[in-house]
């Protein structure tokens, strides 16, 4: 009984059932408790609680037919389930996306929200009044478009971000990933050449990958894609479109200045291109307004702009949206049907209350303010590494670090990964020579621990290649 | 006023706020209202309603942003939106799926659920219950396998269809389009031949074509598909992959035998193929038990099965699954990354729930009730009509009838639509000679009229094509 509640801790007394049929349920499926539950008297006299309280998470897990209950004989855990030991939420062919890894003590590579940022009253309020008000009609489908209100929700709030655009040109999404991937088959076909930015957004350059595209990458410099280089392939070859991230690039976090904002629109009539811009990261910014996306520059339908409701806030909502222009309409409809044919209802109209009535603007400040101290603590840790570069954006939730000369990402990461340290090596993006840290997760206490051993790595690694070690 | 609200009518007094809300939301949309909403007074007087009533109505319009109140000005209509003015739900390159027309009289086209089937209390409490059970973990990415319980609750069900396998293998969807899309990309390439059943579901047909397969048609009989025309070409030819129904096909309504399903695994083994069986309709059974999937047959793991929950049941929720042998995984988990990363992780464990406490169960019940009810009055007025043929499937919520010769499916669908009558002509399955009735939407009232309405066009054209009508 000790060693199976070794790791068991009770925060708050007035929902106990809940952490504890948590705790069991991931017991079960980790095939670390097999057979049978103890009895509800042991466990309510060994933790204390009252026998309700466990025969309550008893309960749940009936529900779920995790354990099914015999008169008399207690609960049996239902052994006909093969529960993998412990399920891997990513299995690709190639390893540049990461496992959710439970087991690191400090982790710099998660880059899914805090959960504890989620405005889950919010939420609830919001699904139920939906329910409550529309009853039925809250489950029907929407069609390829999207829910009227969100749309109307959406055009209201771009006007904050200068997007002047109409309601029919507005689709939701199921996220970006699926804007990028459906945009860019309505774009070019097989072996049509696409530009984009080097390094940039990993699921991008599958979706592009995956199309056979003929990619050309674009170098970064410190304001934003190198224009020239651009303008020199542009003069050789036609591209279909180029996909990028005017703020907080990923992953170098990155603006794309005004200049070459402008003159980028200016090619791309010129050599009549579009240009997918991302615009995901762009709300977890930490000055005063929010930076202005490319789109709002944009006069002749040369942007289509893509954008995310889930990376910080909401991933279980799994929202986004795209303006597509007028021409390219019938097309992109085609394929998103194709894709999964509309997004759900009852959250779109949700998710457009919630847009409405504020609190999704309340929500992202406290997400703005808690990322941009935890910016704050991490630089102030890595300014006491002195062998490395790197760019502070101003907004985001990662930091791209150029490591020392001969250091390669590679080995950094597999030395602290031993250590229960994880770290995205830039090696993923095509860069050894960099590394990047997701921050959305990360628990402030654990930076200065988590920099330092970073600290020592590198120059371990620094040391071991100039031969100062044996 | 009278004109504004001569459509309006009141069911039930309780909550009059949400039609009143509802109606006058509409006519925003379709712009026949403009300016400004009607003061509160004069409504409530007009409708004889409390002015409490009226005011929440208004005050959910301005949540949603459709009116902005000034105090002791009303209530202004924000016409800054570009409000289409009927919304097209599918705007596609063939016009081989329906818009849905809400002035049909008669809907024998619309295959979307009657919403009044819906248990939205059950959904309501499911919704509920897992937020309050789960929290913030109610609203995280679930990856790409789908959420663990939901896959537990499946495979239970999957018992009664005789189906063993392992939880690895299901995956959750968001809906069957989805998962015929991604296992035909990870089974298939371009130009590679791929068989289908002439006729067969048009979103099928839709996305082998977007993959340019090669696509070989295998005719349908009465026992289902021609397993000799089959045997024929595979003899001289590989296939890659076969999609089928084998209960209540798609038009036809029409399962495949016992011996034939025999027979297809064998080939499938002897040429190494698989078989996609797409199982969406069959819950929809009027019989005492489930008809049998293809796939309770399978051996050697040559059946990928799929199924949507969302075609009666819940389209809102977009739910579906397939099972997919454990060689594919990789390969399939990476193409539903790119799709859309991910199914909303609260709508599969509401799901889930109302999987495991039987709700599902008994919402199915009593949709087959229904629409078996439904079928008997259809085919009781249809066997009025002497000249046509139909097959009378055992479930579904469809009917495939032949044509007297000379007598195309086009011209009785544009006759019956003038009369504001739906129905679905055969051409868009390439046969002209047929029509399909959908009768899940229909109300049983409407039936005789819109049979002998189809009886007359019938006959007009036979007559007419026979040279007895000038």
Redesign the interface.
């Known amino acids: 009984m000790e060693t199976l509640f070794k790791e068991f801790k009770i925060e708050n007394n007035k929902f106990i059932y809940?952490p504890l049929?948590?705790f069991l349920k991931e017991k079960i499926?980790r095939k670390e408790l097999k057979n049978k539950l103890p009895s509800i008297r042991k466990i309510s006299n060994f933790l204390n609680i009252s026998p309700n309280t466990v025969a309550k998470a008893y309960s749940?897990l009936e529900?779920?037919?995790?354990v099914q209950s015999f008169k008399g004989s207690g609960f049996f855990i239902?052994s006909?389930?093969?529960?993998?030991k412990k399920?891997?939420?990513?299995?690709?062919?190639n390893d540049d996306?990461y496992n959710?890894n439970h087991s690191l003590k400090i982790d710099f590579i998660n880059s899914?929200p805090n959960?504890?940022f989620?405005p889950?009253s919010d939420?609830?309020y919001a699904?139920?009044h939906i329910?409550d008000?529309?009853?039925?009609?809250?489950?029907?489908?929407?069609?390829?478009?999207g829910n009227?209100?969100l749309r109307?929700?959406i055009?209201?709030s771009l006007k904050n971000l200068n997007i002047s655009t109409?309601?029919?040109n507005i689709h939701i999404l199921?996220?970006a990933?699926?804007g990028i991937?459906l945009i860019s088959k309505t774009l070019a076909f097989?072996k049509d050449n696409i530009a984009i930015e080097s390094p940039t957004y990993l699921?991008a350059i599958?979706?592009f990958k995956?199309q056979d595209f003929t990619i050309i990458k674009i170098n970064i410099e410190k304001d934003g894609l190198n224009i020239f280089e651009l303008e020199k392939i542009l003069l050789k070859t036609r591209i279909k479109f180029i996909y990028l991230m005017a703020n907080f690039q990923t992953p170098t976090g990155i603006n794309l200045s005004l200049k070459k904002r402008k003159k980028l629109l200016y090619l791309a009539d010129k050599f009549d291109f579009f240009i997918i811009e991302d615009d995901s990261s762009s709300d977890l910014y930490y000055s005063e307004l929010p930076p202005l996306p490319l789109k709002s520059l944009d006069k002749n339908d040369r942007v289509i702009y893509v954008k995310s409701f889930?990376k910080i806030f909401?991933?279980?909502?799994?929202l986004g949206f795209i303006i597509v222009p007028k021409l390219l309409?019938?097309?992109f409809?085609?394929?998103k049907?194709?894709?999964?044919?509309?997004?759900?209802?009852?959250?779109q109209k949700s998710f457009?209350?919630l847009l409405?009535?504020g609190s999704i603007e309340k929500h992202m400040n406290s997400c703005r303010k808690q990322l941009n101290s935890i910016q704050n603590i991490i630089i102030e840790e890595l300014l006491k590494i002195s062998n490395i570069k790197f760019f502070i954006p101003s907004g985001g939730c990662s930091l791209w670090i150029e490591l020392p000369k001969n250091v390669s990402s590679k080995s950094v990461y597999n030395k602290l990964l031993r250590e229960n340290i994880g770290i995205v090596p830039g090696i993923d993006y095509g860069f050894d020579n960099f590394i990047k840290l997701n921050f959305s997760r990360i628990e402030k206490k654990d930076i200065p621990e988590g920099i330092s051993r970073l600290k020592f790595a590198i120059d371990f690694f620094q040391e071991l290649n100039l031969g100062k070690l044996e």
Not at 80 to 84: A, I, K, S
Not at 314 to 318: I, L, Y
Not at 338 to 343: A, E, G, I, V
Request: glycine share 4%.
């Open positions: 809940i049929y948590t499926e749940e529900k779920i037919n995790y239902n006909n389930f093969l529960f993998e399920e891997k939420n990513f299995i690709l062919e996306f959710v899914t959960f504890s989620l889950i939420i609830k699904i139920n329910l008000r529309d009853k039925e009609l809250a489950l029907i489908n929407e069609g390829p478009l009227m209100e109307v929700a055009n209201l109409e309601i029919d199921s996220g990933q699926q991937d097989s699921g599958k979706s995956s889930s909401m991933p279980g909502f799994r309409l019938p097309s409809l085609n394929n049907f194709l894709s999964d044919t509309n997004t759900s209802s009852l959250y457009a209350l409405n009535d």
